[in-house]
């Protein structure tokens, strides 16, 4: 590029105010890039002292138009390109993941270069809030800060906590771009429809010839050697299965730690239905004593949890005994969850402490919360002042949700547990998944005792 001549440096070659934003950071790039090339065959020489009066003028030039550039850029950035209510419209309410450009020069761009990519975070107030405006005529432009979950993979782990934690000003993105602008994508915070989780593949696998209790304990033994965190429950599980396919494995010590009921000196009545109900599943034929074991166990232990999921749901054992006619389909649904429900791990092996549910928690979930015991002769749900709020998922949906959010909240459980705390998020910090807010709680000991979603 030629000299200037005397006191053209002063004068734009072009008025930038006319440059659309591309233009504009094209130039900016240019003019940056001749500057910093000036100046290190500058301090090549010695510096300013030493260089050449034409070298000095160039760079002088160059500064002048890059300063001219960003002076322009701070003139957009007032302007407001994009308000808060349109980000939400073009990329948050539909959970699309958008990349958003910065103005050079801006707090941002200093921050985290260019771009950033993420899905934009919303508290449940911020939203109801967006809702609302973006409903008025005329919708309201305002400034605000952005904040995104970000999966740009070059980004520094301390980006990715300051996008997520403190983020950016609208005022900053000079450019936003997502991969669909279609108005009619579903509009997943609004929707009260049944839904599906996100990018869910269904393999069909035979089982036929699968032994339940041998996989188990080849699963437990498998997360032994891999140094995996494993609660009571399937610890007691395994030396429960052990006792009837390798009993010679069960030592008297085992047995009293996991087995035995220290009050009778004799396997409590959940060992007891824990092992011949893995027996009976694994087809294995029980003695005449252990049937009549069974019976009475499994009656007992069921009898219980129906109680339990009665007392959730409101409904008298009365009003559950005709149940059998009017609703057959609750009726025996109830009878299922209570014969068939173990205590769980909710949690992967990310967790380093295990977060599980027993029956009583389970029950309370789910009888408060699930669409499938939203019946009329509940009079938890019935009742029109309560109103609780439900999943919208199907069963083996919403145990699966459970589970999602559990490992997606999985180092603040560990930070939270590992001091002894428990774990909560609750109201405003309600964990946000595919268009709905759940509050959830977790005692010191990994016992979920509260999972739903808000209204």
Do not use: C
Not at 129 to 144: F, M
Not at 308 to 319: A, E, M, N, Y
Not at 363 to 370: F, I, P
Request: charged letters at 25%; aromatic letters at 12%.
């Amino acid at each position: 590029m030629d000299k200037p001549e005397q006191g053209e440096e002063s004068q734009p070659i072009i008025p930038y105010s006319e440059l659309d934003d591309k233009m504009l950071a094209i130039a900016h790039m240019t003019w940056e890039q001749m500057a910093t090339q000036k100046l290190e065959q500058i301090q090549s020489v010695g510096g300013f002292d030493k260089a050449n009066q034409e070298d000095l003028n160039a760079f002088g030039w160059y500064m002048h138009h890059y300063a001219a550039i960003m002076d322009e850029f701070k003139t957009r950035m007032q302007a407001l390109k994009f308000s808060i209510q349109e980000i939400y419209q073009y990329v948050g309410r539909t959970d699309r993941s958008g990349i958003f450009r910065f103005y050079p020069g801006s707090p941002a761009h200093r921050q985290f270069g260019e771009e950033a990519q993420g899905v934009v975070l919303y508290s449940k107030r911020e939203r109801d809030t967006l809702e609302q405006e973006i409903q008025s005529s005329p919708v309201p432009r305002t400034d605000g800060v952005i904040r995104i979950k970000s999966h740009k993979y070059q980004e520094s782990e301390q980006n990715v906590d300051l996008l997520k934690s403190q983020g950016f000003e609208v005022t900053e993105v000079m450019e936003l771009l997502t991969f669909s602008m279609d108005d009619n994508a579903p509009h997943i915070y609004a929707d009260k429809a049944i839904k599906e989780i996100p990018n869910t593949i269904d393999i069909k696998l035979n089982l036929n010839g699968i032994d339940p209790a041998i996989s188990f304990l080849h699963l437990i033994e498998y997360q032994k050697e891999a140094g995996v965190p494993i609660p009571r429950h399937e610890m007691v599980r395994y030396y429960a299965y052990l006792s009837f396919i390798k009993p010679e494995s069960v030592t008297h010590e085992i047995a009293s730690e996991y087995l035995i009921d220290p009050d009778t000196g004799a396997f409590s009545d959940e060992i007891t239905y824990e092992i011949l109900n893995a027996k009976f599943d694994r087809g294995d034929e029980l003695s005449t004593l252990e049937q009549e074991q069974f019976k009475a166990v499994s009656s007992k232990i069921i009898t219980g949890r129906v109680e339990l999921v009665l007392k959730g749901l409101g409904i008298s054992k009365k009003t559950y005994a005709k149940l059998r006619q009017s609703n057959s389909e609750a009726f025996w649904g109830i009878i299922g969850i209570a014969r068939d429900f173990q205590t769980e791990t909710v949690s992967g092996p990310e967790s380093k402490y295990p977060i599980f549910w027993d029956f009583d928690r389970f029950a309370h979930v789910l009888t408060r919360h699930y669409k499938g015991f939203k019946i009329a002769e509940s009079t938890y749900f019935s009742n029109p002042v309560q109103q609780p709020t439900a999943f919208q998922y199907t069963y083996r949906d919403t145990i699966r949700l459970v589970k999602i959010v559990v490992k997606n909240l999985s180092k603040e459980i560990d930070a939270r547990l590992s001091n002894g705390e428990p774990f909560s998020r609750q109201g405003q910090q309600a964990y946000y998944y595919n268009g709905n807010y759940y509050a959830i709680r977790i005692a010191p000991n990994g016992r979920l005792m509260q999972f739903h979603p808000l209204q």
